[in-house]
């Protein structure tokens, strides 16, 4: 790690993520044993795998978290609201909500608030509201980041990691509009400590990465990688 760069715990910042559609049972079972052994703070996963997670990660201080409406964001509200109860009903603590970003650029702030505040209401889980930074103006995102708070978001996420991942420069702006409000997940594309340090620094809460272990043994073992799927 660059000496510049502040020593810090990564670990308990990260979602510990499995969002390849191929992903099986096994898989699940690795993630959830990788995210115990390095003390991360949650699985992240779609709503199909939650029931198997919770019982794999049943007493253990890892929580499970799934992604709804993922990665489009274009489902019903209907849809994505009985997703998000179904997985609360499996297990799920955390839930990371893609936001419809046609709405959001149709001018649409009613149903989007709507949407994401019934999530909330229904569920009583903490939501991580995902922007999808990388499609979105500098000004669609204050816009989105000040629906998303007003919902009830818990964080606000930046990226599916589908369409381009996160950047210091998005974390940053999400920082001065937040103001400390909410938190701030930064997703996509982190592969190194150093671009999880950099993300930290700029305002991230929680790292969004299928690549947890490989950004842990970095420090002691940089030469040591290990397949991700």
């Known amino acids: 790690m660059a000496a510049t760069q502040p020593d810090i715990d990564i670990a308990p910042l990260i979602d510990h993520a499995l969002l390849n559609q191929a992903a099986t049972d096994a898989h699940v079972q690795q993630w959830c044993e990788e995210a115990d052994k390095f003390h991360f703070a949650t699985v992240c996963i779609y709503p199909t795998h939650v029931r198997l997670a919770t019982e794999l990660l049943h007493n253990r201080n890892p929580k499970v978290c799934a992604v709804i409406g993922f990665p489009s ?4 509200s209907a849809a994505k609201l009985y997703e998000a109860q179904e997985a609360a009903e499996n297990g799920a603590r955390e839930l990371d909500v893609m936001i419809n970003l046609g709405w ?61 991942g996160a950047t210091v420069a998005d974390v940053r702006l999400l920082k001065e509009v937040t103001k400390g409000q909410v938190g701030i997940k930064a997703a996509g594309g982190i592969k190194t400590v150093e671009q999880a340090i950099d993300l930290i620094v700029a305002g991230a809460t929680r790292l969004g990465t299928s690549r947890g272990p490989d950004l842990i043994r970095q420090r002691n073992h940089p030469q040591k990688e290990i397949d991700r799927i």
């Open 104 to 164: 959001l650029k149709s001018g649409k702030t009613s149903e989007l608030h709507r949407e994401l505040a019934e999530i909330v209401e229904e569920t009583g889980l903490i939501v991580k509201a995902i922007l999808e930074t990388s499609q979105l103006t500098a000004a669609e995102q204050q816009i989105a980041a000040e629906i998303c708070m007003e919902a009830g978001a818990a964080f606000l996420k930046t990226s599916t990691g589908w369409f381009g």
């Open 73 to 76: 964001g274009a489902t019903t």
